[in-house]
């Protein structure tokens, strides 16, 4: 009787510590491509301030970058560069999008994200007056030619994000009948303090969205790497465990860092897992030092392989908002069931 006891006390036990242990999902590993930048400044007089935020894609044989360009005057344009190895760009001489709309005019079209779907390209971008930052969309057949579609989230005007709209990472495929985005959105805190979140946006037809949510999708966590900004990083991943969502999170010091989170794929607004720590961190002399100090933010990855358990990226990162950079991302599965 005494060892029946004693069996179920350890059983209890034992369950009380597998609900309170922490489940590790998903392991990052991500080393720096090259030591040096990919692209600098300066080759170009709408590149004299910086290039850096880069979206990217394949295109035949070719990686493709489309980045967004600092001048001299802080006004900011979608650059174009092209390489055979992923490495080694050359820019085009010209930008491909140009701030022309009202919502663009002074201050520029910023930080792309791409996803091509059914055959067209699907550019969010921030769009600055120097007044407002807001969410805008631009579509195109060959990454060069874009047709404006307007701002797809007003700023001032959300369901909670009362501020600023930026940073659209769509999923690249229909969940419950719907279009889903991730987005950056802004808002004051109780304490007075603003800050940026991450929210959900749902669409029929990827050219008119709403809030699918009353509140952030992502908690703050104070202390955290994320603390102060929790922004989205290239389109997700949809995976047999999950929609995989690299996200851009900085801390109360305001140093840039990327992280993961991982939604439910039959539920974009269910977090089922979140990284505690960032995968990578500014420590290199041109990530930390230039227009804005200790940035690494991540804005474009390539897929270069995928299988049940493990994903394999190339991704594309701004440098202390002056310079473009690279890392090879491995993110593994070692406890899949945990999620399923």
């Not at 989205?232 to 140093?255: C, E, K, M, R």
């Not at 992280?259 to 930390?288: C, M, N, Y």
């Not at 493990?310 to 599965?333: E, H, P």
Request: charged letters at 20%.
């Amino acid at each position: 009787m005494r060892l029946s006891r004693l069996l179920v006390y350890a059983a209890l036990f034992a369950a009380l510590v597998c609900l309170a242990a922490p489940v590790a999902v998903l392991r990052i590993v991500a080393e720096r491509a090259s030591e040096q930048p990919l692209l600098r400044p300066g080759q170009f007089l709408w590149t004299e301030a910086g290039v850096f935020n880069a979206a990217a894609t394949k295109l035949g044989q070719k990686t493709i970058l489309l980045f967004r360009a600092q001048d001299r005057k802080g006004t900011s344009r979608i650059g174009f560069a092209s390489s055979d190895d992923g490495i080694h760009f050359q820019i085009r001489a010209e930008p491909v999008l140009i701030p022309e709309a009202d919502y663009e005019k002074n201050g520029g079209v910023e930080d792309p994200r791409l996803v091509s779907i059914n055959h067209t390209y699907y550019l969010t971008y921030t769009g600055y007056d120097t007044h407002s930052a807001q969410l805008c969309l631009a579509v195109s057949q060959d990454l060069i030619h874009w047709q404006r579609k307007g701002v797809l989230l007003p700023a001032y005007k959300g369901s909670w994000n009362t501020q600023w709209t930026k940073s659209g990472a769509i999923i690249p495929q229909k969940i419950n009948g719907k279009w889903w985005m991730y987005y950056l959105g802004t808002r004051t805190d109780p304490d007075g303090q603003a800050r940026d979140y991450m929210g959900l946006a749902e669409s029929p037809d990827l050219l008119h969205w709403k809030d699918a949510t009353d509140q952030p999708v992502l908690p703050r966590r104070p202390g955290a790497f994320d603390s102060r900004v929790m922004e989205p990083g290239p389109p997700p991943f949809i995976t047999a465990d999950g929609i995989v969502l690299l996200y851009n999170g900085a801390d109360d010091h305001l140093v840039y860092s990327p992280g993961w989170v991982l939604f439910d794929k039959a539920d974009p607004r269910r977090v089922t897992a979140r990284s505690e720590h960032s995968f990578i961190a500014p420590k290199v002399a041109w990530e930390q030092t230039g227009q804005v100090p200790n940035v690494i933010f991540l804005e474009g990855a390539v897929l270069n392989s995928q299988s049940r358990n493990d994903l394999r990226l190339t991704g594309y990162y701004g440098a202390a908002d002056k310079y473009i950079g690279a890392m090879s991302i491995a993110i593994d599965w070692h406890n899949p069931n945990a999620v399923r």
